[in-house]
Every structure is written in C-alpha cells, then in structure tokens.
Nanobody
C-alpha cells in the first residue's frame, strides 16, 4: 500500500509565501516522477510543477519564476516553495507521484491541501 500525505497549506496574504510538503510511504521500489497539481471548483485539475528522476523540472506558465519544486534529502519527499502568491493561486493542491511498488507501477494522489491567498 502506497500513501501520499501533504502538509503546509493555509491562508496567506497576497505577496506572501507558503511551502507545501508531500511524503510518500509504503512498499516503494522507485519513484519516477513527483509533482503538484491544483484544482478550483468547476475547473479541471491542472499541473503546477513536477520533477523527474535526475532532477528535471517542469512548471506551468502561471507559476514560473514564483514557485520552486524540489525533492528532499529523504528520497520520498517533494516540496513546493510558493512565493509571491496571488489570489488566483487559491486552490486545493494535490501531490502526485508515479511509483513502482511491489504490485507494479501506478499513479498515486494525496488527499489535497487547501491554499487560500486573500487579504
């Protein structure tokens, strides 16, 4: 059984910063990709950023230059540093990982963490 658990969401004023964390646990053989998606009511879930084995990163245009994704020293961690936050960044943020485990390869999702940017 593989689980992803996010933390670090909350309420922040425009221009502020938050750091999201995601920990993967369980019978993990390898993690190929870890990333962050976000979703607002009535809209599709969208990619925010991801990082693949070797460290190559991808960002959506809307967050480039403001957000930074990184993997932790513990291999099963991923972080999203969010700076210069805007009201339009308000969403539920989900951690995602492509993981090879004892039962094969699959995509896993966390439960989501709310980020609200408001004055």
């Amino acid at each position: 059984q593989v689980q992803l658990v996010e933390s670090g969401g909350g309420l922040v004023q425009p221009g502020g910063s938050l750091r999201l964390s995601c920990a993967a646990s369980g019978s993990i053989a390898s993690i190929n990709v870890m990333g962050w998606y976000r979703q607002v009511p009535g809209k599709q879930r969208e990619l925010v950023a991801n990082i693949i084995e070797g460290g190559t990163t991808t960002y959506s245009d809307s967050v480039k230059g403001r957000f930074t994704i990184s993997r932790g020293n513990a291999e099963n961690m991923v972080y999203l540093q969010m700076n210069s936050l805007k009201a339009e960044d308000t969403a539920v943020y989900y951690c995602n990982a492509a993981i090879a485990s004892l039962i094969g390869r699959a995509d896993y999702w966390g439960q989501g963490t709310q980020v609200t940017v408001s004055s």
